[in-house]
């Protein structure tokens, strides 16, 4: 695919490049209403490696403002959300909630946003992976929720003809301990293995671009050459390690010569994913993020 990706930098929409240049819960023993009226697929349907012997529902937890946290995952899997056909552009995005390693915020870092992507013809898949830091866990960022995100990318290719998926076109999406998954995805990868006896083990782990939101631990980002274009967003009154540090690791894409587009917010901070009936300001990060699809060529139909 002709790439037709663009560096570029925005503070509230406005594009700034050459300025950068120069310088209580409640327990709920509940389904959320996402896994009834979507298809969920199991990463391992024989049980993931490293959860040998874990059993245990997935507890969900109901925030508030009709958000909610899930937790006690030892069955990852993904959530599918397909955009009717006449509609689908072959795109795909996977998406990692955040949460700290803690939990996950399903609904504003998942759901939600599948939802709109899928209305919009691209294919979203909401990543439930196991968690490293919530209590009594034995799980490891690097070991098992990576393990998680690595294979959900190879099982997204594995069954692309099946949802109408293009070449080219899938890409990782992550919000705060969420983007720490995505962006560790697109820095270490493999083509698979192809003698493999899991025929999923023989695709490849490489997302083709990625949307990085608000990341944890941005100073681990390290882009190559090879890196996979990316977006980039923020708020303004985030800590300073993500405000501060993703102009940082805007310049790093800049100066190896990966594609990258970066928003900073004006009047937010942390964790603002996306609302329906939000409007406005950082709530408008998901279609500027459309439209950089659309302008990088992830969107024709042809």
């Not at 002709?2 to 310088?23: M, Q, Y």
């Not at 030892?74 to 996977?94: E, H, R």
Request: glycine residues 12%; hydrophobic residues 35%.
């Amino acid at each position: 695919m002709t790439s037709t990706f663009a560096n570029a930098v925005f503070l509230r929409g406005h594009k700034v490049s050459s300025l950068l240049a120069g310088c209580a819960l409640l327990l709920l023993p509940f389904s959320l209403p996402a896994q009834d009226k979507h298809e969920v697929v199991l990463l391992w349907p024989n049980g993931a490696p490293g959860s040998e012997g874990k059993t245990g529902d997935e507890i969900v937890q109901n925030a508030g403002a009709g958000e909610h946290r899930v937790s006690h995952i030892n069955k990852p899997s993904l959530t599918v959300y397909l955009p009717a056909p006449d509609k689908a552009t072959g795109a795909a995005v996977i998406i990692a909630p955040g949460g700290g390693h803690r939990f996950l915020s399903i609904d504003s870092e998942g759901y939600n946003v599948a939802q709109w992507l899928s209305e919009h013809g691209v294919a979203g898949f909401v990543l439930k992976n196991r968690l490293a830091h919530e209590t009594n866990s034995t799980y490891t960022v690097e070991g098992d929720e990576m393990a998680d995100m690595r294979r959900s990318i190879r099982l997204v290719h594995s069954r692309a003809e099946e949802w109408g998926l293009k070449p080219g076109r899938l890409g990782v999406m992550g919000f705060s301990a969420g983007g720490e998954l995505a962006y560790h995805a697109a820095m270490v990868y493999d083509s698979g293995t192809n003698d493999a006896p899991d025929p999923i083990d023989r695709q490849s782990s490489k997302p083709d671009f990625q949307a990085l939101i608000y990341p944890g631990n941005s100073k681990g980002i390290e882009p190559t050459n090879t890196s996979p274009p990316v977006f980039l967003a923020c708020g303004n009154n985030d800590r300073p390690d993500i405000s501060q540090g993703l102009a940082t690791v805007y310049l790093k894409f800049k100066q190896v010569n990966v594609p990258a587009e970066l928003h900073i917010y004006v009047g937010v901070g942390h964790g603002f994913g996306w609302r329906p009936n939000a409007k406005g300001g950082a709530y408008t990060w998901i279609e500027q993020f459309h439209d950089w699809m659309g302008q990088s060529a992830l969107l024709k139909k042809t």
